[in-house]
């Protein structure tokens, strides 16, 4: 158990340094989400109030949560993951003690850490800036970004996939970031879409896992829904891990 501690510390360091000497990573990692959630507000600030039963503070806040899982932990690992892979430090490493789980966790640490480090600030404005309440439900937030970071994590492992080089990752990240935006209650809140719609868009991969911040945030409607939200953020998990041990690519294609 120490050495797995020891190991994950030390690829985690390595990544961490990595990740401060590329200015593009660093940027988006940093900067984006903040500038994604002032465009967030401003997006929710043009629905009614029937259309946001939580107002434009709390549509914003859980929101922006999703948008910094999916930009720092989702679009960060994947180039970063791309990066090493064709640099040959995935197959170097595989030459070591740790093991490939070890090897991809040990480099998503940073990525995990900024996003936890950016939803406490995003609380904290929310309840200091935005005027609103203490999550009711703590313990169901913290389950929902407990989640949702290793989910995104091993998505961002299959995403590498089809990703050849580090240049295509912003366009094979675009199609979930936008279909979680739409679908998932980020940029337009479930409840204003058709009911047909919100029934297809729950199974979406990162739906449960906004449930769980919604639920953290303003309590849980019902405990039906996060059920639901827990078999989704499962199964999508078991279907990417597959993925991942079934396709991933430690070195460059030839």
Same mark, same amino acid.
């Given at each position: ?7 994950? +510390? ?22 984006? $989400?903040?500038?994604?959630? =002032? ?7 043009? @629905? ?11 549509? +914003? ?5 999703? @948008?910094? #899982? ?51 600030? #995003? ?49 094979? +990240? &675009?199609? =979930? ?9 980020? @940029? *337009? $809140?479930?409840?204003? &879409? $058709?009911?047909?719609?919100?029934? *297809? ?5 990162? /739906? ?13 409607? /019902?405990?039906?829904? #996060? ?6 953020? #499962?199964?999508?998990? @078991?279907? +990417? ?6 396709? =991933? ?6």
């Amino acid at each position: 158990m120490n050495a797995t501690v020891t190991r994950l +510390t030390a690829l985690g360091r390595a990544e961490l340094t990595l990740l401060g000497r590329n200015k593009n990573n660093l940027f988006i990692a940093l900067l984006m $989400p903040l500038l994604m959630i =002032f465009v967030l507000r401003s997006s929710v600030s043009q @629905m009614g109030t029937d259309e946001l039963p939580r107002g434009v503070a709390g549509a +914003t806040l859980v929101g922006g949560t999703g @948008m910094v #899982l999916i930009l720092v932990v989702y679009m960060g690992l994947v180039s970063a993951y791309v990066a090493r892979r064709e640099e040959l430090v995935l197959k170097r490493l595989r030459t070591g003690e740790a093991s490939d789980p070890e090897i991809l966790a040990g480099a998503a640490l940073p990525s995990a850490a900024i996003a936890l480090a950016q939803c406490a600030v #995003l609380a904290v404005g929310g309840v200091t800036v935005l005027d609103l309440p203490a999550p009711e439900r703590p313990e169901l937030l913290a389950l929902g970004l407990l989640a949702g970071i290793p989910l995104l994590a091993v998505l961002a492992a299959a995403t590498t996939v089809i990703t050849r080089n580090v240049e295509s990752a912003g366009l094979t +990240t &675009l199609p =979930f970031f936008l279909v979680s935006a739409l679908g998932s209650g980020m @940029m *337009v $809140p479930r409840e204003v &879409l $058709p009911e047909v719609v919100a029934d *297809v868009c729950e199974l979406l991969p990162l /739906s449960g896992v906004m449930e769980f911040v919604r639920a953290g945030w303003f309590g849980a409607e /019902s405990t039906g829904d #996060l059920v639901t939200a827990a078999v989704t953020t #499962l199964a999508w998990g @078991m279907i +990417t891990v597959f993925a991942v041990q079934r396709w =991933f690519r430690w070195e460059p294609r030839r």
